[in-house]
């Protein structure tokens, strides 16, 4: 639940501003910004405002998302915390230099619980830095650009003499901050919030659950009665058989060799890669892999934020829904694409994926699915992601006689037969698409496509002589329910 949260889409959070020969501060364009005009040397400025008190709660988690914009090189801005006064707060603070420092001021004398330490995770000028701090019981994290710097007590960072909290400068510099969220686990929701939501950090997606009493021989069943896919039936049995292994070798106390469960499934849409992902969840639980098997599915839209900071945090809740099954991400080229913007929110939402990936590595299996082409250049976008998905499956066109095959399966399904003018009018349909299709053919989309608008022209073709039919024949699909004049132009 959020406690708090700040884009400066407004300045309704009461954030100092001014204008003077000593500094500037101001909210504008969804930003603030801190510029220290004149102090030049170790002196600092410090800008605040506080919430609900949050900080002896067990666990909260403050995201922070800065930028220094211009001046001298080599000092100090960041997050505080704890504050009362000018003389009286902690801080987490970096440089553009490459350095970040954890201190706690009393009376203005300093307490330096981590002095300037080199870290190759920041980022320079002009440049978002992500800064994240996290209570867990007894511990607090510190993070830049989600990488875990440290880990110091709770009883000692979180000791404080008031609620306030907000951003230091060292220096002549200008920082613009992005956005600043405070959230924690059930806690009642804060007056700062009576008009906001915490939606924006709530990821979309669709969850998916295995069926009860499954077994690992259903699973099997299920994939080979799929129609075509022949290649990633054989890639699937194959994995399976090496996790089979493995785990026996696991019971009899003998080396194991590790593997990684994320998938890469790219291929044309409507060729079962969502089916696919799906049988994966449950192949995983049933050879002891993952605890429930469950199949999170989301896209680009379920995990980007509309502001900088809140793509972290729906990745984060994404994968909280995900733990112990799959994170199934469809079209997941589309974080970042190949003529898009090097400051995208796709990239801080691969950024955030890879941290908990490695977090979570024995509780998550991740699996993206897209076009070909466009997903080559996704997984080479990032060394991260080359390493973690190393498993690639193919999924082809289908063909003809296996769309047709797909028809019947749907009709099948639904209490229909078709006759022999039906199948030989669905081949030539099927035949003439097929030769025009393009990337964007549907594939089974289309083979459904086809069966709800021949069910469609069915019903009217009959609907004057229901009470002359028996069950055979309302339930019967010809040739000229199916011939093209009646079907929707793909070409």
């Not at 909260?60 to 801005?77: C, D, M």
């Not at 002095?115 to 978002?128: D, F, L, P, Q, Y």
């Amino acid at each position: 639940m959020l406690i708090f949260e700040e884009h400066f889409q407004d300045n309704s959070n009461e954030w100092v501003t001014k204008d003077s020969e000593e500094c500037s501060l101001y909210v504008d364009a969804n930003h603030y910004y801190v510029f220290e005009h004149k102090r030049a040397g170790n002196d600092s400025w410090l800008t605040w405002t506080s919430a609900d008190f949050f900080y002896d709660r067990k666990e909260f988690r403050i995201h922070v998302v800065l930028e220094k914009v211009a001046g001298v090189f080599n000092h100090g801005y960041g997050f505080i915390w704890g504050l009362s006064d000018n003389n009286n707060f902690s801080e987490f603070v970096i440089s553009d230099s490459g350095y970040y420092q954890i201190s706690r001021y009393n009376n203005g004398s300093a307490t330096k619980y981590v002095a300037w330490k080199g870290c190759s995770e920041i980022r320079g000028s002009n440049t978002v830095n992500v800064l994240e701090i996290r209570r867990n019981d007894d511990i607090v994290e510190f993070y830049i650009n989600s990488v875990l710097l440290e880990k110091l007590p709770a009883d000692t960072v979180m000791q404080v003499s008031d609620q306030k909290f907000g951003f230091i400068i060292y220096d002549e510099i200008k920082i613009k901050v992005h956005s600043l969220i405070i959230s924690a686990e059930d806690c009642e929701t804060s007056s700062y919030l009576m008009n906001q939501s915490d939606d924006a950090t709530k990821a979309s997606f669709l969850q998916h659950e295995p069926p009860a009493n499954d077994t690992l021989e259903n699973v099997f069943a299920e994939l080979k009665a799929l129609v075509g896919l022949d290649q990633i039936k054989q890639q699937l049995f194959s994995l399976a058989n090496f996790l089979k292994v493995q785990n026996e070798r696991r019971a009899r106390g003998l080396k194991r060799v590790d593997t990684s469960l994320h998938l890469v499934l790219y291929g044309p849409p409507g060729t079962g890669k969502t089916t696919i992902a799906r049988l994966v969840g449950r192949m995983y639980k049933q050879l002891g892999c993952l605890q429930l098997g469950h199949v999170v599915e989301t896209d680009r839209a379920g995990i980007v934020g509309g502001y900088i900071g809140q793509t972290a945090l729906r990745v984060a809740d994404a994968v909280k829904q995900s733990l112990d099954g799959v994170l199934f991400i469809d079209e997941a080229h589309a974080l970042v694409p190949k003529d898009g913007a090097s400051n995208d929110f796709g990239h801080e939402a691969v950024q955030a994926l890879l941290k908990r990936m490695e977090d979570h590595r024995d509780q998550l299996a991740v699996i993206v699915a897209g076009y070909p082409k466009e997903m080559e250049y996704f997984i080479a976008s990032n060394p991260g992601l080359q390493s973690r998905f190393s498993r690639l499956f193919y999924f082809d066109h289908y063909t003809v006689d296996e769309l047709v095959l797909i028809f019947g399966k749907f009709c099948y399904d639904h209490g229909y037969t078709i006759d022999l003018s039906a199948r030989i009018a669905l081949q030539k349909t099927f035949e003439t698409v097929y030769e025009k299709r393009n990337k964007s053919f549907g594939n089974g989309r289309f083979a459904r496509t086809i069966f709800e608008r021949s069910v469609e022209q069915q019903a009217n073709r009959i609907i004057n002589c229901l009470d002359k039919m028996d069950d055979s024949a309302i339930s019967l699909i010809t040739a000229e329910d199916v011939i093209e004049k009646h079907l929707p132009s793909f070409a």
